[in-house]
């Protein structure tokens, strides 16, 4: 028999985006609520940028603006009034993969 265990984070308790530098690990979270129009897609302790600022087809949207796209909509959408609750799903499997994700899970076991 197998089981799978599911973690479902609802839109509204995610209140803060967590980066972590590939070159340095300086790790930092910005607050949904603090993310504004030109939010800093940089390392805060190296010149690393965290997202392509270009993109090779100039009719595409780059990485940086993907990124920041993602996490506006993401803020937006917390404060639209909807007709069910909305939760994203991290799949057991995929969460034990990720150090960060497995620190952070607090599910108690
Ligand atoms: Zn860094």
Redesign the pocket.
């Known amino acids: 028999m197998t089981i799978e265990q599911r973690t479902v984070i609802p839109l509204s308790d995610i209140d803060a985006i967590e980066f972590e530098?590939t070159?340095?690990?300086?790790i930092y979270s910005i607050p949904l609520a603090e993310i504004k129009e030109d939010v800093r897609l940089a390392?805060i302790?190296?010149p690393?940028q965290f997202a392509n600022p270009q993109h090779t087809d100039s009719s595409k949207m780059t990485d940086a603006q993907v990124l920041a796209s993602l996490i506006l909509r993401l803020r937006d959408a917390q404060q639209r009034p909807y007709k069910a609750t909305i939760r994203l799903a991290i799949s057991d499997s995929k969460k034990s993969s990720g150090a960060a994700a497995s620190r952070d899970s607090g599910d108690g076991t």
């Open positions: 530098c070159h340095c690990h300086a390392c302790n190296c690393q």
